[in-house]
């Protein structure tokens, strides 16, 4: 359980999967967390800031003047509204939806490098047994295999797409699902200009009294990977 990592917190990584902590109740004093297949949602485009010579030069934007729109569903948006609201009012008062996500960030972004490095030892104290049994069966090209990490800084959407609530007998669970899209540099930059990645990370947690406040991450996967093509 995320709740749990201090002890894996022997790395570089000490400092990233400490502030997964910020996603418990600030206000309690408490700690916790905090293949390819074109998805119709998501759009990019350049963001042009160069010179009128720059942008009419055909040249490959960098990746920092690439900009990524998401537009969620708008029913699903209003149902998550609701469900927010539910869970702020019954179960959770100082739970803060933008605190979540700033840690629900830092979690993927952690988990990205360490699959990239293979350090399964580490992603214990992230991942369900059953999701890093998943992604360790995952084959993976070789442009995604050298350009999974996503780093904070490169995160431009970091979506909300779904909370559910569910009440089984007197125990209480919660499962939020987030969709993280960002931008980075390629590992060859002679074949592509820029990657577009996009995470799903299916975060969850059980209220029931007595419970620690700890998030888990039970569903990880890359939900879609755009490598763009350098122009000749």
């Not at 400092?15 to 990019?44: D, E, M, N, V, Y």
């Not at 360490?114 to 369900?128: A, E, F, P, T």
């Not at 993976?140 to 559910?164: C, K």
Request: proline share 6%; hydrophobic share 35%.
């Amino acid at each position: 359980m995320i709740g749990s990592i201090r002890p894996l917190c022997r790395s570089s990584h000490r400092c990233s999967l400490q502030s997964l902590a910020l996603l418990s109740s600030r206000a309690a004093g408490t700690s916790s967390l905090l293949p390819h297949i074109p998805h119709p949602r998501l759009k990019w485009c350049s963001l042009h800031t160069g010179t009128s010579s720059q942008q009419s030069s055909g040249r490959d934007p960098p990746p920092a003047r690439m900009k990524v729109f998401y537009v969620p569903n708008p029913f699903k948006w209003l149902h998550n509204r609701m469900e927010i609201a539910t869970l702020k009012r019954e179960w959770d008062p100082s739970f803060d939806e933008e605190f979540f996500k700033f840690g629900a960030a830092q979690a993927v972004c952690t988990i990205s490098e360490l699959v990239s490095r293979r350090d399964w030892g580490d992603l214990c104290g992230l991942l369900s047994q059953k999701a890093m049994d998943k992604i360790r069966r995952t084959k993976w090209t070789s442009d995604q295999v050298n350009n999974l990490v996503l780093s904070p800084e490169n995160v431009q959407v970091t979506q909300i797409n779904n909370v559910t609530l569910q009440t089984v007998v007197d125990r209480k669970y919660c499962d939020i699902d987030v969709t993280m899209i960002g931008t980075r540099v390629p590992y060859n930059l002679d074949k592509h200009s820029v990657i577009v990645l996009e995470y799903f990370a299916r975060f969850h947690r059980e209220y029931t009294e007595g419970k620690l406040p700890d998030w888990t991450i039970t569903r990880f996967r890359l939900q879609n990977f755009q490598a763009i093509v350098r122009r000749e």
